[in-house]
């Protein structure tokens, strides 16, 4: 066998076990998914729900609270990122850090500071290599988040929401996640969680025809707040999460499936090459055979004379 078909035979067969393996990984993702879209649906109604509550008990008092009160000079803005903590998922990773940054750029034309919290090790990795400050970061769970990590990542952002500016707190929190749409769709967004637009949500609720609940507060509408604000920050950041996680399953699969397509179409054109190759060789073998042939013959016919 000559060398450059043992050349392609090597490179043919290193191809395919990649592609064994990135039709492993497409599955796995794919059924991923499923399960991921079911913790969306499941989380919805309560944070709709709880959001709906908070709405009442803000209108239906004037207390002043950093869950629905809006601060006349915003200075500070805290902004928590979700990346994923694997790659192989294209650009899932950094259309939500490009989406970050340009939230990041309005802020800081606002005249706000930015505190950034990242979530998955992409986005650490991508501020930590350009040598940004980083608030706090969590890593571990992006692929599969349960309420107890939207509660660690909650946290800090709520004491910071809480906290007077001058002593290192906080006017607004953003997050910047990557909203799951559909299987082939997958959108990197920003949205303001504090304080809460009262406007919006009545307009969202009158829209759908929905009538806000009256409540009696016990003890009192501030009190109520106090209590439902860590639950409201927490729901928000775990149906992001959840979103976050579904898109990147959704985006590994699509990338999987383009790297194992583009596996196949190589391994067509190194068997093409390859046999191009072994036919030049029959033909080179041949050849060299016809020509001993004649060569014999003539030096026989040499010999009888």
């Known amino acids: 066998m000559g060398a450059q078909l043992r050349v392609y035979k090597r490179r043919i067969q290193a191809v395919t076990a990649t592609k064994k393996i990135t039709k492993a990984m497409e599955m796995i993702a794919a059924s991923r998914i499923v399960k991921a879209q079911r913790k969306v649906a499941a989380s919805k109604p309560y944070a709709t729900e709880l959001t709906r509550a908070v709405t009442a008990v803000a209108t239906g008092s004037n207390a002043k609270h950093p869950l629905t009160t809006e601060v006349d000079a915003p200075t500070r803005a805290a902004v928590l990122l979700v990346t994923s903590d694997r790659g192989l998922a294209g650009g899932y990773s950094s259309n ?32 930590g290599f350009r040598e940004r400050k980083v608030e706090d970061s969590w890593t571990g769970f992006t692929d599969n988040p ?101 898109s990147e399953h959704a985006a590994r699969r699509r990338a999987m499936k383009s790297a194992t397509d583009n596996a196949g179409d190589l391994i067509k054109s190194l068997s093409r090459l390859a046999n191009a190759a072994r036919q030049a060789e029959i033909t080179q073998e041949i050849s060299e055979i016809v020509g001993g042939a004649s060569a014999l013959a003539d030096a026989t016919a040499g010999s009888d004379k």
């Open 146 to 246: 349960a309420y107890g990590d939207a509660k660690r990542v909650a946290a800090p952002l709520i004491e910071a929401i809480q906290k007077d500016t001058a002593e290192g707190g906080v006017d607004e929190l953003h997050i910047v996640f990557t909203e799951f749409v559909s299987m082939m769709t997958q959108n990197a967004v920003d949205d303001r969680m504090l304080p809460l637009s009262l406007d919006e949500v009545a307009q969202e609720s009158t829209r759908k025809g929905e009538i806000l609940p009256l409540f009696d507060f016990e003890p009192s509408a501030e009190d109520v707040l106090d209590a439902l604000l860590p639950r409201y920050v927490e729901s928000r950041i775990y149906n992001a999460l959840l979103q976050a996680a579904a």
């Open 96 to 127: 939500a850090i490009k989406a970050a940054e340009r939230l990041r750029e309005r802020l800081a034309s606002e005249g706000k500071e930015v505190d950034t919290y990242i979530v998955g090790r992409k986005g650490v990795a991508y501020y």
